[in-house]
């Protein structure tokens, strides 16, 4: 099976949330700008816990209170391993509420910091990529539906995500030190997208959710990039017609250079 994801538009302030521990953390920023020289920033998360404590699992995520703004992924699913009469079915969906952000840290690994069984109590901390399956929703727009698309859907925006540094899960890579501070680098690579973001630091004891602390992060462009983001937005048919005179511009300088070096 052969599947195709076509992206058509995807494009701290220390706020402690007590349920039982208070969890005080901070980002080293609260603003990250996206310029023309923009290769991706680290984010520097701090907090504080007891000592007894087992885990802290530390989630950097896009806002949920932004989710009326998601802009829809156009996906296309294309199988070759249908009888002759449906070989290279194509079906299209319009993929809604899938983070454009998730980069999850953790201290030892999940599996060692929550159990799920069929015990598994309410105040159990959901985690991990399985979360987001209570969260998307795809609509179906051309084509057969078969029924395990949304699992294929599910894991190829998953594994295109996370090439492109915006999707990731790092076990056992934030230090917890011996005085209950603790400490990770969040990495905001070139593909990160304007809004807000969440930085959500759950405390885990026994395999329970004892205390979450939340802080805020805001990405948004500067200069050049702000003026074409907003350009591409707000005016797409504009937009281009000046990547498309941008492009020819470039063509004509570059092969007036050569011919220049040629003596033609």
Not at 45 to 70: C, F, K, Q, W
Not at 142 to 167: M, N, Y
Request: glycine share 6%; proline share 5%; charged share 25%.
């Amino acid at each position: 099976m052969t599947v195709i994801v076509v992206l058509v538009l995807l494009c701290g302030q220390m706020k402690p949330s007590v349920d039982g521990v208070n969890v005080p953390i901070t980002l080293d920023r609260d603003i990250v700008r996206i310029h023309s020289f923009f290769h991706g920033e680290t984010v520097k998360l701090y907090g504080t816990i007891p000592t007894e404590i087992d885990g802290v699992i530390a989630i950097l995520r896009s806002d949920r209170s932004e989710r009326r703004h998601d802009r829809p992924l156009l996906c296309q699913i294309s199988t070759k391993d249908q009888p002759a009469l449906f070989r290279f079915r194509k079906t299209r969906y319009r993929v809604h509420n899938f983070p454009a952000l998730f980069l999850l840290a953790s201290n030892r690994p999940l599996t060692d910091l929550i159990h799920e069984n069929e015990n598994t109590q309410p105040n159990h901390l959901p985690v991990g990529y399985a979360s987001l399956r209570e969260e998307w929703d795809k609509e179906l727009i051309s084509g057969v539906p078969s029924k395990d698309d949304g699992d294929v859907l599910f894991d190829t925006l998953i594994r295109w995500k996370e090439k492109q540094g915006l999707f990731g899960l790092n076990e056992e890579k934030l230090e917890l030190k011996d005085n209950g501070h603790f400490l990770y680098s969040f990495f905001l690579p070139p593909a990160v997208e304007e809004g807000n973001y969440t930085l959500t630091a759950h405390v885990i004891k026994d395999h329970n959710m004892i205390g979450t602390g939340h802080a805020s992060l805001s990405v948004e462009s500067i200069g050049v990039i702000h003026f074409l983001r907003n350009l591409s937005v707000n005016h797409p048919l504009l937009y281009g017609c000046v990547s498309v005179l941008t492009a020819l511009s470039v063509g004509v300088l570059v092969s007036f250079i050569f011919r220049r070096k040629s003596g033609r």
